[in-house]
Protein backbone atom coordinates (compact mmCIF):
# COMPACT_ATOMS: atom_id res chain seq x y z
CA UNK A 1 0.00 0.00 0.00
CA UNK A 2 1.13 3.28 -1.04
CA UNK A 3 2.10 6.00 1.77
CA UNK A 4 -0.52 8.54 0.21
CA UNK A 5 -3.27 6.02 0.18
CA UNK A 6 -2.58 5.01 4.00
CA UNK A 7 -2.35 8.48 4.76
CA UNK A 8 -6.60 9.20 3.66
CA UNK A 9 -7.15 6.58 6.70
CA UNK A 10 -5.48 8.62 8.84
CA UNK A 11 -7.24 11.76 8.00
CA UNK A 12 -10.80 11.57 9.27
CA UNK A 13 -12.38 13.30 12.07
CA UNK A 14 -14.21 10.26 13.64
CA UNK A 15 -13.45 6.66 14.68
CA UNK A 16 -14.76 3.95 16.14
CA UNK A 17 -13.10 1.33 17.97
CA UNK A 18 -14.33 -2.07 18.70
CA UNK A 19 -13.17 -4.34 21.46
CA UNK A 20 -13.72 -7.50 20.83
CA UNK A 21 -14.01 -10.80 23.15
CA UNK A 22 -10.60 -13.09 22.67
CA UNK A 23 -10.04 -15.88 25.33
CA UNK A 24 -6.13 -14.81 25.23
CA UNK A 25 -4.75 -11.82 23.95
CA UNK A 26 -6.85 -8.30 22.49
CA UNK A 27 -8.60 -7.84 19.44
CA UNK A 28 -9.46 -4.26 17.91
CA UNK A 29 -11.05 -3.17 14.79
CA UNK A 30 -11.07 0.53 14.47
CA UNK A 31 -13.94 1.81 11.72
CA UNK A 32 -14.17 4.88 9.76
CA UNK A 33 -16.72 7.78 10.04
CA UNK A 34 -19.24 5.15 8.64
CA UNK A 35 -19.22 3.28 11.72
CA UNK A 36 -18.61 -0.49 9.21
CA UNK A 37 -15.60 0.43 6.97
CA UNK A 38 -13.20 -1.01 9.40
CA UNK A 39 -9.53 0.98 8.66
CA UNK A 40 -7.39 -0.24 11.05
CA UNK A 41 -7.41 -3.68 13.33
CA UNK A 42 -4.84 -4.93 16.37
CA UNK A 43 -4.32 -8.70 16.98
CA UNK A 44 -2.41 -8.62 20.25
CA UNK A 45 -1.18 -11.94 22.19
CA UNK A 46 -1.24 -12.60 25.93
CA UNK A 47 1.84 -12.61 28.28
CA UNK A 48 4.29 -10.32 26.71
CA UNK A 49 6.72 -8.76 29.16
CA UNK A 50 7.44 -5.84 26.90
CA UNK A 51 4.18 -3.83 25.51
CA UNK A 52 4.50 -3.63 21.63
CA UNK A 53 1.12 -3.33 19.45
CA UNK A 54 1.18 -3.61 16.05
CA UNK A 55 -1.65 -1.72 14.24
CA UNK A 56 -2.40 -2.76 10.79
CA UNK A 57 -4.34 -1.47 7.79
CA UNK A 58 -7.68 -3.46 7.05
CA UNK A 59 -7.03 -2.60 3.37
CA UNK A 60 -3.73 -3.53 2.35
CA UNK A 61 -2.96 -6.40 5.69
CA UNK A 62 0.33 -4.08 6.36
CA UNK A 63 1.70 -3.20 8.84
CA UNK A 64 1.24 0.81 9.73
CA UNK A 65 2.13 1.73 13.17
CA UNK A 66 4.15 0.26 16.14
CA UNK A 67 3.36 1.16 20.01
CA UNK A 68 6.47 0.17 21.85
CA UNK A 69 6.70 0.36 25.67
CA UNK A 70 10.11 1.96 26.46
CA UNK A 71 10.25 -0.52 30.10
CA UNK A 72 9.23 -3.97 30.64
CA UNK A 73 7.44 -3.09 33.64
CA UNK A 74 6.68 0.73 34.62
CA UNK A 75 3.60 2.51 36.39
CA UNK A 76 4.20 5.82 34.44
CA UNK A 77 5.50 3.53 31.20
CA UNK A 78 6.18 5.39 28.09
CA UNK A 79 5.12 4.10 24.60
CA UNK A 80 6.52 5.34 21.53
CA UNK A 81 4.43 5.45 18.25
CA UNK A 82 6.36 4.61 15.13
CA UNK A 83 4.78 5.05 11.27
CA UNK A 84 6.26 1.95 10.15
CA UNK A 85 5.86 2.67 6.18
CA UNK A 86 8.33 5.44 6.89
CA UNK A 87 10.38 3.78 10.14
CA UNK A 88 9.45 7.79 11.73
CA UNK A 89 8.93 8.02 15.40
CA UNK A 90 5.72 10.18 15.30
CA UNK A 91 5.61 10.74 19.27
CA UNK A 92 4.86 9.37 22.32
CA UNK A 93 2.28 8.66 25.25
CA UNK A 94 3.44 8.57 28.78
CA UNK A 95 0.85 7.42 31.57
CA UNK A 96 1.05 9.62 34.90
CA UNK A 97 1.18 6.36 36.80
CA UNK A 98 0.17 8.06 40.80
CA UNK A 99 -2.22 10.13 39.61
CA UNK A 100 -3.88 7.35 37.15
CA UNK A 101 -4.83 5.91 40.40
CA UNK A 102 -7.68 8.32 40.83
CA UNK A 103 -8.24 9.25 37.55
CA UNK A 104 -6.53 7.98 34.36
CA UNK A 105 -4.26 10.99 32.79
CA UNK A 106 -1.40 10.68 29.63
CA UNK A 107 1.08 12.64 28.36
CA UNK A 108 1.19 13.20 24.63
CA UNK A 109 4.60 14.37 23.72
CA UNK A 110 6.07 14.85 20.17
CA UNK A 111 8.70 12.95 18.56
CA UNK A 112 11.61 15.26 20.00
CA UNK A 113 9.68 13.71 23.55
CA UNK A 114 8.23 17.62 24.10
CA UNK A 115 5.14 17.60 26.26
CA UNK A 116 2.63 18.79 23.86
CA UNK A 117 -1.07 17.45 25.18
CA UNK A 118 -2.85 15.59 27.81
CA UNK A 119 -5.58 13.26 27.43
CA UNK A 120 -7.58 13.13 30.99
CA UNK A 121 -10.49 11.26 32.32
CA UNK A 122 -13.75 13.42 32.19
CA UNK A 123 -14.77 13.66 35.89
CA UNK A 124 -12.46 13.31 39.14
CA UNK A 125 -15.94 12.72 40.93
CA UNK A 126 -17.25 10.35 38.12
CA UNK A 127 -13.49 8.59 38.05
CA UNK A 128 -13.46 7.58 41.73
CA UNK A 129 -17.04 6.15 41.21
CA UNK A 130 -15.65 4.01 38.68
CA UNK A 131 -12.94 2.66 40.39
CA UNK A 132 -14.46 1.79 43.60
CA UNK A 133 -18.46 1.32 43.39
CA UNK A 134 -19.05 1.08 40.03
CA UNK A 135 -16.66 0.47 37.08
CA UNK A 136 -19.48 0.39 34.42
CA UNK A 137 -19.76 3.79 34.18
CA UNK A 138 -18.07 4.96 30.81
CA UNK A 139 -14.78 6.99 30.44
CA UNK A 140 -14.47 9.98 28.56
CA UNK A 141 -11.54 11.77 28.03
CA UNK A 142 -10.44 14.97 27.21
CA UNK A 143 -7.62 15.02 24.94
CA UNK A 144 -5.83 18.82 24.97
CA UNK A 145 -3.27 19.85 22.58
CA UNK A 146 -1.33 23.39 23.80
CA UNK A 147 -4.24 23.67 26.22
CA UNK A 148 -6.78 23.60 23.36
CA UNK A 149 -9.50 20.60 23.30
CA UNK A 150 -8.87 18.76 19.94
CA UNK A 151 -10.67 15.61 20.95
CA UNK A 152 -13.03 13.56 22.78
CA UNK A 153 -12.90 9.57 23.13
CA UNK A 154 -16.05 8.56 24.70
CA UNK A 155 -16.55 4.82 26.08
CA UNK A 156 -19.60 2.60 25.33
CA UNK A 157 -19.77 -0.66 27.21
CA UNK A 158 -21.60 -3.65 25.70
CA UNK A 159 -21.50 -7.02 26.74
CA UNK A 160 -18.23 -8.90 26.30
CA UNK A 161 -17.52 -5.82 24.06
CA UNK A 162 -16.69 -2.23 24.16
CA UNK A 163 -16.80 0.43 22.18
CA UNK A 164 -14.58 3.91 21.83
CA UNK A 165 -16.06 6.73 19.65
CA UNK A 166 -13.27 9.29 18.86
CA UNK A 167 -14.22 12.68 17.93
CA UNK A 168 -11.58 15.17 16.27
CA UNK A 169 -13.84 17.25 14.70
CA UNK A 170 -12.81 20.33 17.37
CA UNK A 171 -9.21 20.01 15.72
CA UNK A 172 -9.75 22.05 12.62
CA UNK A 173 -6.10 22.97 12.40
CA UNK A 174 -4.96 19.35 12.49
CA UNK A 175 -2.74 19.67 16.10
CA UNK A 176 -3.00 16.25 16.90
CA UNK A 177 -1.65 13.94 14.52
CA UNK A 178 -4.52 11.45 13.59
CA UNK A 179 -1.76 8.66 13.88
CA UNK A 180 -1.12 9.38 17.45
CA UNK A 181 -5.10 9.60 18.07
CA UNK A 182 -5.07 6.67 16.48
CA UNK A 183 -2.55 4.91 18.71
CA UNK A 184 -3.56 6.70 21.83
CA UNK A 185 -6.95 4.81 21.49
CA UNK A 186 -6.05 1.75 21.17
CA UNK A 187 -3.34 2.52 24.11
CA UNK A 188 -6.60 3.69 26.76
CA UNK A 189 -8.41 0.64 25.20
CA UNK A 190 -5.65 -1.73 26.00
CA UNK A 191 -3.92 -0.39 29.46
CA UNK A 192 -6.86 1.17 31.13
CA UNK A 193 -9.04 -1.31 30.09
CA UNK A 194 -7.07 -3.63 32.74
CA UNK A 195 -9.43 -2.40 35.19
CA UNK A 196 -12.55 -3.50 33.79
Known amino acids: MSVQRLQHSFCHSNYTLRKKFKLFGKAFHVYGPDGQTVMFYVEQKAFKLREEIKVYSAESNAETLVIKARSIIDFS ?20 GLESIFRDEWTIMNE ?12 AALALVRRFLLNLIPQTFKVEIDGQLVATFRQNFMILSQKIYVDLSPDVQNRFDRRLAIAAVILLATIEGRQS
Open 77 to 96: GVYDVIDSLRNQKVGALQRK
Open 112 to 123: YDSPIGTIKEDS
